[in-house]
């Protein structure tokens, strides 16, 4: 069995990425003081403010940069693994990337994942200013003997992002992690944990919300297991829930319920 112990923290990120890299800091000391092998921060760690503007492409930087050379930093002190939403610099003038960046303890980037489905929905536009990463893009790596996919907040109400990391025959990954702003609104805290467990429920992999704090985010991250379980959870508040995945789980669940192994491509084609 391998086991994988998570730390999820929730929090407000301002537009200043030396104090974010700060808080990525403490917030990486707390969870490797607790035990935790993985830090997930929320999208828009290195930088945010509630308009989509020109800030961000004035404040986005290459995945050289000094934030994300910070969080491998980071990663080195506390021998802990990362996974941070970042403003990266897109090759659009006018525009930036909406970027998750994984960073294992030794310091090395061991995969990127550039959202693809923009938030042009419930009032906000997201084309407007940010480039949209490659739909092929496939990002899973390798922690602790598990294998860890990558999604982006409004990336969760496409059942087809989830299923494709946790295939078996495409990405196979054992935990999907999600990274998000998630704003509040009416109904909107029922669809994230729905959705969430849903992808979890339905691909019987384990699962973990991120959600940002603040004026107009949720909070709410949460850990999910492959039943749809929910076995740690936040509040609105910030702060950071730590819970440990394990493999033994998901093989007991998938024995019960082989849900991906009965797949019908008849029905729904490769």
């Known amino acids: 069995m391998a086991t994988l112990t998570v730390a999820a923290a929730q929090f407000a990120p301002v537009d200043d990425a030396a104090a974010n890299l700060r808080t990525v800091q403490a917030a990486a000391e707390d969870a490797a003081r607790r035990g935790a092998d993985l830090l997930v ?18 404040a986005a930087e290459p995945l050289d940069g000094p934030f994300v050379s910070g969080l491998r930093e ?30 294992l303890p030794d310091g090395s980037i061991a995969a990127t994942y550039r959202k693809v489905h923009l938030y042009d929905a419930f009032g906000s536009k997201e084309s407007d200013r940010i480039e949209s990463g490659a739909a092929d893009q496939l990002p899973v790596f390798e922690l602790g003997g598990l294998r860890v996919g990558l999604e982006t907040c409004y990336d969760l109400r496409f ?90 789980t998901t093989e007991a669940v998938r024995a019960v319920n082989p849900s991906l192994a009965l797949r019908r491509f008849d029905v729904h084609p490769r």
């Open 159 to 248: 059942p087809e992002v989830t299923r494709r990391l946790a295939a078996p025959e495409v990405g196979a990954a054992d935990v999907v992690v999600l990274p998000a702003e998630w704003v509040r609104g009416p109904g909107k805290e029922h669809h994230w944990r729905t959705l969430l467990t849903a992808r979890a429920i339905e691909n019987t992999v384990w699962v973990v919300g991120v959600g940002q704090t603040g004026s107009i985010g949720i909070g709410d991250s949460v850990v999910i297991d492959p039943s749809g379980v929910a076995v740690a959870a936040a509040g609105a508040s910030a702060g950071t829930v730590v819970a440990t995945i394990d493999t033994a």
């Open 74 to 103: 980071i990663a080195r002190q506390h021998a802990i693994a990362l996974v941070v939403g970042v403003a990266e610099t897109a090759e659009t003038s006018g525009r930036f990337r909406n970027t998750l960046v994984a960073v």
């Open 41 to 58: 921060t929320p999208e828009y760690t290195s930088y945010f403010t509630a308009a989509i503007d020109d800030r961000f492409v004035a």
